[in-house]
T-cell receptor
Framework: GQQVMQIPQYQHVQEGEDFTTYCNSS?????IQWYKQRPGGHPVFLIQ?????EVKKQKRLTFQFGEAKKNSSLHITATQTTDVGTYFC?????????FGTGTRLTIIP | ETGVTQTPRHLVMGMTNKKSLKCEQH?????MYWYKQSAKKPLELMFV???????ENNSVPSRFSPECPNSSHLFLHLHTLQPEDSALYLC??????????????FGSGTRLTVV
């Protein structure tokens, strides 16, 4: 069956450093979404990627979808304390949105 | 406010109690969902309602009973829960069933503790 791994599980970075989280699937994904959940909060939709090799940017955030549509990444440039939270990838399969295990980002001031 | 409102925000209940969680959205969305978020597990889909018809029951125990009287309201009725059911219960909605390029809109959740 389909397996999707999100890594790393935790990431601690100094403020100003970059951060990247990855989702890797054993099978081709039709599309992938990314969500952010602040501590004590709820998941908030960030973006959806659909096309092979697609790259989208939102200010300091860069989202990529692999050429084979089997992996995706979220990269944050020059992290700030407001970036703290857990970042989830999510994908559709059998008309259900399934979430990855998430990467919890903490920022060291 | 996200546009999806969940009440109560916090709930403590005994194993013999009966309680209900409520979710309301006025975004004009046609699909609503219940997710469970535990400390050591990823977000788990519980139920899916499309145009107020249940289309998915993700092997959820019968002690959880959903109800969707219309496309704006969703309930989760709870009875004879177990301590391991303690979790954050999140309601979400989307414009259309299935895939949504605008993503799912989540409520703030109900933090449930079963004692």
């Amino acid at each position: 069956g389909q397996q999707v791994m999100q890594i790393p599980q935790y990431q601690h970075v100094q403020e100003g450093e970059d951060f990247t989280t990855y989702c890797n699937s054993s099978t081709t994904l039709s599309n992938i979404q990314w969500y952010k959940q602040r501590p004590g909060g709820h998941p908030v939709f960030l973006i959806q990627l659909v096309k092979s090799g697609e790259v989208k940017k939102q200010k300091r955030l860069t989202f990529q979808f692999g050429e084979a549509k089997k992996n995706s990444s979220l990269h944050i440039t020059a992290t700030q304390t407001t970036d703290v939270g857990t970042y989830f990838c999510a994908w559709f399969g059998n008309e259900k949105l399934t979430f990855g295990t998430g990467t919890r980002l903490t920022i060291i001031p | 406010e996200t546009g999806v409102t969940q009440t109560p925000r916090h709930l403590v209940m005994g194993m013999t109690n009966k309680k209900s969680l409520k979710c309301e959205q006025h975004l004009g969305h046609n699909a609503m969902y219940w997710y469970k978020q535990s400390a050591k597990k990823p977000l788990e889909l519980m139920f899916v309602y499309n145009f107020k018809e249940q289309t998915e029951n993700n092997s959820v125990p019968s002690r959880f009973s959903p109800e969707c009287p219309n496309s704006s309201h969703l309930f989760l009725h709870l009875h004879t829960l177990q301590p391991e059911d303690s979790a954050l219960y999140l309601c979400a909605s989307s414009l259309m069933p299935g895939q949504s390029s605008y993503g799912y809109t989540f409520g703030s959740g109900t933090r449930l503790t079963v004692v």
